[in-house]
């Protein structure tokens, strides 16, 4: 049978970190199946590895701590005001290029008048 060590669970502190054996699988009619109980508990805490965590949420905290959350809303601010006026340019780009055709268009009508003009001289 497998060796299962457990460390207490956090809700427990007192616990002694004995594992307690569950209710055995449910019966088969296989019989490749053996009955094991199952049993709770988690590996033990070692010291590496409570390092470890530690210093990876100590990490997390110092990263949380060290964003400036109102600089960041005023440079997403920022960038939504631009695209705001990116999008009513792109809205008017319609109207703006007729207006652009009309204008070359008398552009054209005057440029053509004048040259009728140079020409019949």
């Not at 669970?9 to 009955?35: F, I, K, M, Q, R």
């Not at 695209?83 to 268009?105: F, I, M, Q, W």
Request: aromatic share 4%; net charge negative; no cysteine.
């Amino acid at each position: 049978m497998t060796e299962v060590k457990a460390e207490p669970y956090e809700e427990d502190p007192e616990w002694d970190g004995t594992v307690e054996e569950g209710p055995a699988l449910a019966e088969s009619d296989s019989d490749d199946v053996a009955d094991v109980p199952r049993r709770r508990g988690r590996a033990p805490l070692t010291l590496p590895s409570a390092a470890a965590r530690f210093e990876r949420a100590k990490a997390a905290v110092a990263k949380l701590d060290a964003l400036d959350v109102e600089a960041e809303r005023a440079k997403i601010q920022g960038q939504m005001e631009r695209l705001t006026e990116r999008l009513a340019k792109l809205d008017g780009h319609e109207s703006a290029v007729k207006e652009a055709a009309e204008e070359l268009a008398a552009a054209e009508t005057e440029f053509n008048a004048a040259l009728t003009a140079v020409q019949s001289k």
